[in-house]
């Protein structure tokens, strides 16, 4: 593994503060260098987005009816992907700056990172940073939008019945004055947000990996049952508005499909496991890197505290069981009864230690965050009335 001469302290790292798209949010005055005013970004870009799709839609006569059977007004995903959805996106950014910040910072204050690797995780952390200010990775994600981008939401996520923005005319779709709005400068502003958040989760993972292959000071009997990479399952919460963001666009589309195609929630069973599965291995995913390494402190640990354990054993046995302690020393009050206890209590931990840096409760947690959006689209299954008295008579 080769690694740059350069090299950044762990504080230098940020996933969002970098890039042709931020330098540019600088110069407009939508942000600082430090990711402040993140009410002005999200009211600017929202309003840019959705704005002119209200007021195209008022002049065209589609704002709540027209030969449309979406009016504008009622189309729930337009509206909650841009006033719900990708204000998400703009908050994470802030969230995930803060706190992936001090999750990096991490490795060396608990000494995870000896002085000795020390020059090389500053590289990889320069290495992540050169990634992230990449102009040519910005490029291709545009180019991506309006290619493939654009063929996928045209083709697969827009509805077929006559919308506000679009009408099916001998099998092709023509769109209205709002809809070029919508097609070809709201989605893809979205779409590029989106992917932007996808290729930062990719630096995450790569940096993640690369340190996961430098020389690491982990301890088996190390509390957190991580060898010390507890700390790295606090990173998921700092992609929660991400997760939030995610849901809510597919509770959005979901909700569409229900009030204008005849579709029902439970049809969207397959793709609820299927994005519930995604968002686990999005945020989970790169932490996952850390196993092999965990799994041989593990067994390294289990041989060495095991071998200790006989010979302390087999010492105690002989004292205190074949004569060998002296005969004024008392039995009761011994520290060597606490001692084997001790002992005992670090093997269950080496024991205990998971593959993963992280348990069951995080995994339910970012399963939770994701999914919160589309519950409420199970009252299109039961009223409201039904489920207080369902869970009244579960209650009471």
Request: contains cysteine; proline residues 5%; charged residues 15%.
């Amino acid at each position: 593994m080769k690694f740059s001469p350069e090299s950044k302290q762990p504080d230098d790292f940020s996933l969002v503060l970098g890039g042709p798209l931020f330098q540019f949010f600088i110069r407009a005055r939508l942000t600082t260098d430090t990711l402040n005013l993140v009410k002005r970004r999200v009211i600017v870009i929202s309003l840019f987005t959705w704005l002119p799709l209200l007021l195209l839609s008022v002049l065209s006569g589609d704002l709540v009816g027209g030969d449309s059977k979406v009016p504008f007004l009622y189309d729930i995903d337009a509206h909650v992907r841009f006033l719900v959805s990708l204000p998400l996106l703009l908050v994470a950014e802030l969230m995930v700056h803060q706190r992936i910040r001090l999750i990096v910072r991490q490795f060396i204050v608990r000494g995870i990172i000896p002085i000795r690797t020390r020059p090389k995780f500053e590289a990889v952390i320069a290495s992540a940073m050169r990634l992230r200010n990449s102009i040519v990775i910005e490029i291709l994600l545009i180019v991506m939008v309006l290619t493939v981008g654009h063929f996928l939401w045209s083709s697969q996520m827009t509805l077929t019945a006559v919308t506000w923005y679009a009408a099916w005319v001998d099998g092709q779709q023509r769109f209205s004055p709002s809809g070029y709005w919508y097609a070809y400068i709201s989605i893809p502003i979205f779409q590029f947000l989106l992917l932007r958040w996808y290729f930062r989760i990719f630096i995450w993972a790569r940096f993640l990996w690369q340190v996961s292959r430098l020389d690491l000071h982990l301890v088996p009997t190390h509390p957190d049952c991580a060898g010390g990479l507890g700390f790295l399952g606090g990173s998921t919460a700092a992609f929660m508005p991400l997760l939030l963001s995610q849901g809510a666009l597919l509770a959005g589309q979901i909700a569409n499909h229900i009030f204008y195609e005849g579709d029902t929630l439970l049809s969207f069973k397959p793709e609820i496991v299927v994005f519930i599965t995604f968002c686990l291995i999005l945020v989970l995913g790169p932490l996952c890197v850390f196993a092999p390494r965990l799994a041989g402190v593990k067994r390294q640990g289990l041989l060495e505290y095991g071998a200790l354990a006989s010979r302390y054993v087999e010492e105690f046995d002989q004292k205190w069981l074949r004569g060998g302690a002296q005969q004024d020393e008392q039995l009761v009050g011994s520290g060597d009864i606490q001692s084997l206890n001790d002992l005992a209590g670090s093997f269950d931990v080496v024991k205990s230690m998971r593959p993963f840096p992280f348990g069951k409760t995080v995994v339910l947690q970012t399963a939770i965050a994701a999914l919160a959006p589309v519950l409420p689209l199970a009252l299109t299954m039961i009223s409201l009335e039904d489920m207080v008295k369902r869970l009244l008579g579960i209650l009471l």
